[in-house]
């Protein structure tokens, strides 16, 4: 089992006097910047002029600097800005003015585990990475607790490392719930093969390949939606809260009977294959080479991967079938 740290674990002290630098003041650099503020701590936001994020942080009473500035001086830069983006970042804005002994903090081991990010020899690496999107850490802060997070060590110069990714996780309350510890070549591929193979990919596929089957039979699309859709977060959450077993109970002993009987002619030998062809293609990095490649030449993949999703029947059908649910 892995060991759980909490509240008694981390030292804030590590980072009082400290400046913290935060890059990027979106889902996760909103979050963070907010709560370690809310800690006690020194905290400047680093962005470009002119983005849309800049007045935001104005506007929530945050310290603002253009990167450079920002992390001249810093004894923590936290990169919290979009994967494919940090490379390009941190060679023009972040290297250039990084102080020795600095931390250098990540919220996914992605540009590290893939090399996008040489840091140089003489800061610390580390990682500190909630496992929640920003608008829930944030909620959660406010609320007096924290969401789990993950901590990693890189590369430690200072020997102080690991306590200073501690004191981040303090920071923004994830040692009130429990903080893990990983490195970032499994938490980078880890958290790849999860969004593609479960979460993100695996889920879409099923709703869709569900969707389709009832449609293409001659089923009312509402109804299809109803059924491959709509009633996932239902059961979902049921096994989130409680395990798969909460859910068995829950459901009737017909869907019980049914499912538990049936779903191994829909996840097949065959689909286990493909993930683990998926996972190698993560960890040889071939995913990220792909995926960098098209970040670099304007995302023309995604652009029409997302547009074909939009316009897909089940995509269509969903918006009319929301809009039924919102108070008129
Ligand atoms: P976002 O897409 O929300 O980051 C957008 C922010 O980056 C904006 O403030 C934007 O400013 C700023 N930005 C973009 N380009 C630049 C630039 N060239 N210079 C300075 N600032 C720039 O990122 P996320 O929060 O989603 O992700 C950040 C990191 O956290 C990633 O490593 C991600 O993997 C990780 N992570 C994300 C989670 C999430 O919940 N989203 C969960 C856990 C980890 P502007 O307004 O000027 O464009
Ligand atoms: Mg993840």
């Not at 020194?42 to 104005?58: F, H, I, M, Q």
């Not at 990475?129 to 890189?154: C, D, T, W």
Request: glycine fraction near 10%.
């Amino acid at each position: 089992m892995a060991k759980i740290y909490h509240d008694a674990d981390a030292d804030l002290g590590v980072l009082k006097g400290k400046k913290v630098a935060v890059i990027g003041f979106g889902s996760q650099g909103k979050a963070q910047s907010m709560c370690l503020k809310d800690s006690g701590l020194n905290v400047v936001v680093g962005l470009r002029k002119g983005g849309k994020s800049w007045e935001d942080a104005k506007k929530n009473g945050m310290k603002v600097d253009e990167v450079p500035k920002a992390v001249k001086g810093a004894d923590v830069v936290m990169v919290l800005i979009p994967d494919e983006i940090q490379g390009a970042v941190f060679e023009k804005d972040i290297k250039p003015n990084l102080k020795q002994g600095a931390a250098l903090d990540f919220a996914h081991g992605f540009g590290i585990t893939f090399g996008t990010i040489k840091p140089p020899k003489n800061v610390d690496v580390i990682m500190m990475a909630p496992k929640a999107p920003g608008p829930r850490e944030r909620e959660v802060f406010l609320e007096g607790f924290g969401v789990p997070a993950l901590i990693a060590v890189h590369q430690d110069f200072t020997g102080n490392a690991k306590q200073v990714a501690l004191a981040l996780a303090k920071g923004i309350g994830a040692t009130k719930a429990g903080v893990l510890e990983t490195d970032f070549r499994e938490e980078a591929t880890s958290d790849l093969f999860g969004e593609q193979a479960v979460l993100c990919g695996g889920v879409t596929a099923l709703i869709k390949a569900g969707f389709d089957t009832l449609v293409e039979d001659g089923y009312q699309p509402e109804i299809a939606y109803f059924e491959c859709l709509h009633e996932l977060k239902l059961i979902v959450d049921l096994i989130q809260s409680g395990g798969m077993m909460k859910m068995w109970t829950a459901v009737s002993n017909t869907a019980e009977f049914g499912g538990l009987s049936t779903r191994d002619r829909v996840i097949t030998p065959d689909t286990k294959k493909a993930m683990k062809k998926m996972l190698k293609e993560i960890q040889n990095g071939k995913f990220a080479e792909t995926w960098l490649s098209d970040a670099q030449t304007g995302m023309k993949k995604l652009d029409a991967m997302e547009k074909a999703e939009a316009e897909s029947r089940v995509e269509v059908v969903g918006k009319e079938i929301r809009a039924l649910f919102e108070k008129k």
